[in-house]
């Protein structure tokens, strides 16, 4: 892999991750509120899923297990 590629994988990365923790900070947000919408709190947290997902499948990219 080309090293343009993996600078971008890693930023790409960097990006995911920085919006999973702002999804984290909303849905804790949003469930401690006193009157929260709970259709709305369950999307956050699938799309916290979703990135989660996503994360896991570039860490692969970056970092493979190579089985010796």
């Known amino acids: ?5 993996i600078d971008a994988l890693r930023s790409e990365l960097a990006q995911l991750r920085q919006e999973h923790r702002d999804l984290d900070v909303a849905v804790e947000a949003l469930a401690t509120s006193a009157n929260h919408d ?3 709190l369950q999307r956050l947290k699938k799309k916290k899923l979703v990135l989660k ?8 990219q970056l970092h ?3 089985i010796a």
């Open 64 to 66: 493979p297990d190579i």
């Open 53 to 60: 997902d996503r994360i896991a499948v570039l860490e692969d």
């Open 1 to 5: 892999m080309a090293q343009q590629d």
């Open 38 to 40: 709970a259709l709305q």
